[in-house]
């Protein structure tokens, strides 16, 4: 992507964008290198997206021309809107077959696919059920059903229907997909005669859960090939794929204990390709930062997220250093190496405030230090200071856990964590539904802790 010819369409084109940089800068530079790149201000929703009307933000400065809205989690309670250009999606469909054809064959053999992904104005759910719904009339070979997020009639349909197909593939959250296929498995589902694959979308997830979910799928618990994902946002699209070799990395880093020899630290990111012709991406200190055209250009997009870019030479180099050979594993295990991709990486460890993804919401630093600084019960149980961490149970359940800094005699756990859930159902539309459907599944731990625990021994930061 020419990021510089992004600049000009922006300040031309986009009158948000254009009052946006003379304000900070006082003028309209001339940007033709990345050193003049990196002088333009940071765009966030905060500064940017929120201060301006949303036809102002466009292209052309009106919604004429964007087909669709979606719709993205907000602060308080209100979300945020993303119109969407046409070209933005026509590759999807495209895209979709491409990965269905390399994993499943379906050129070759008919398709069974189920989308349990949040349905309505949400984006991954729409995109997914509209890219299968073309690729289904352009090219057959694929059927289809969107049962959202009921997950019992996502079950009930794979036990109706997927036997009658020569591979069924299942589009979900991490935690749900884990549900349905637990819940089909209680049921005496004969899963591994599906021929099943999960793609995954929201929220990361360990290689422990890729060894438990492949299990119930009847494959080895390293196979490379029945479990995808990807990173990206309402905001600016997807951005990186975890494509079969950036899981044979991820498999290295496990299996052989590597984390800290190639990464620095011994926890496995998200770990993704990227292709460098549809996103600019950079960092700001440890910050992800995105130029990408849409309906919304975006120009240095600060998203919010803690990441690392590596080259694929650097990664590579890395590996072989410490005696890793992704190659020779993607090989070994039934991957095609004439379609491993030169791409660079991007490894995304959570948010940058700390804040965390459950359940596919963001859960953001903001709405807990309000509850807790702003509600009699927690004002009267802990100091106000606090950490949030997203950790995963013995059951691969996701648990949202608080902790907290007691005041003398700390406080009534359990009421904490109700009222805690009540307010976050209250500031956040995503947070609430899952609350409804998970029931306690939902409900946050509420931890008190000495300062050791809470702060590490290190500067105080919220913990994602």
């Known amino acids: 992507m020419n990021v510089f010819e992004l600049y000009r369409l922006a300040v031309d084109r986009v009158p948000a964008y254009r009052a946006y940089v003379e304000n900070c800068c006082g003028r309209l530079p001339e940007v033709t290198s990345l050193e003049e790149l990196g ?14 009307p949303l036809e102002e933000l466009c292209l052309d400065g009106t919604l004429k021309g964007k087909h669709v809205l979606c719709r993205s989690s907000g602060t308080k309670g209100r979300p945020l809107f993303w119109p969407q250009l046409p070209e933005q999606e026509r590759y999807v469909a495209d895209w979709l077959y491409s990965d269905l054809d390399e994993s499943f064959g379906i050129s070759r053999h008919p398709l069974f696919a189920v989308v349990s992904l949040a349905l309505g104005s949400w984006i991954s759910g729409e995109l997914t059920s509209w890219g299968l719904r073309n690729l289904g009339v352009q090219k057959g070979g694929l059927t289809m059903v969107t049962p959202g997020l009921d997950l019992d009639e996502a079950i009930d349909l794979m036990g109706a229907f997927a036997g009658q197909f020569a591979g069924t593939v299942l589009y979900s959250y991490p935690p749900f997909a884990r549900t349905i296929l637990e819940k089909a498995a209680d049921r005496a589902l004969p899963l591994a005669s599906y021929r099943m694959g ?6 990361g997830y360990s ?22 994902s990807g990173y990206g946002s309402t ?53 992800l930062v995105v130029s990408k055209y849409q309906a919304v250009p975006l120009l240095r997009y600060r998203t919010g997220d803690r990441a690392t ?26 991957g095609d190496l004439s379609r491993v991709r030169e791409l660079p990486f991007v490894l995304v460890w959570g948010r940058v405030d700390g804040g ?43 648990v949202l856990e608080i902790l907290l800094e007691p005041r003398t005699g700390g406080g009534d756990v359990e009421a904490l964590a109700g009222l805690m859930a009540s307010c976050l159902a209250a500031a956040s539309a995503e947070y609430a539904a899952i609350r409804a459907r998970q029931g306690d599944k939902a409900l946050p731990r509420i931890r008190f802790v ?15």
């Open 39 to 52: 002088s333009l201000p940071l765009t966030s929703k905060t500064d940017y997206i929120k201060a301006f």
């Open 198 to 203: 999960l793609r995954l979308a929201g929220e």
């Open 207 to 228: 290689e422990r859960y890729r060894d438990r979910l492949n299990r119930l799928m009847g494959y080895e618990p390293g196979d490379l090939h029945s479990i995808v």
């Open 235 to 287: 905001d600016f699209g997807s951005l990186g794929k975890e494509t079969t070799l950036a899981i044979a990395i991820r498999r290295c880093l496990y299996e052989q204990g590597l984390a800290r020899a190639v990464l620095g630290r011994d926890e496995i990111p998200s770990l993704c390709q990227y292709d460098p012709s549809v996103f600019h991406v950079e960092l700001d200190g440890e910050e």
């Open 309 to 334: 870019l590596i080259g694929y030479d650097e990664m590579m180099e890395r590996l072989r250093s410490a005696g890793a050979d992704p190659m020779e594993l993607l090989a070994r295990r039934g």
């Open 356 to 398: 965390v993804t459950f359940y596919g919401a963001n859960i953001l630093v903001e709405q807990i230090r309000e509850i807790v600084e702003g509600q009699d019960l927690f004002r009267a149980s802990c100091t106000g200071q606090f950490q949030i961490r997203r950790k995963e149970s013995a059951e691969l359940e996701p």
């Open 450 to 464: 000495d300062d050791r625990e809470l702060f590490g021994g290190t500067k105080f930061r919220y913990v994602g």
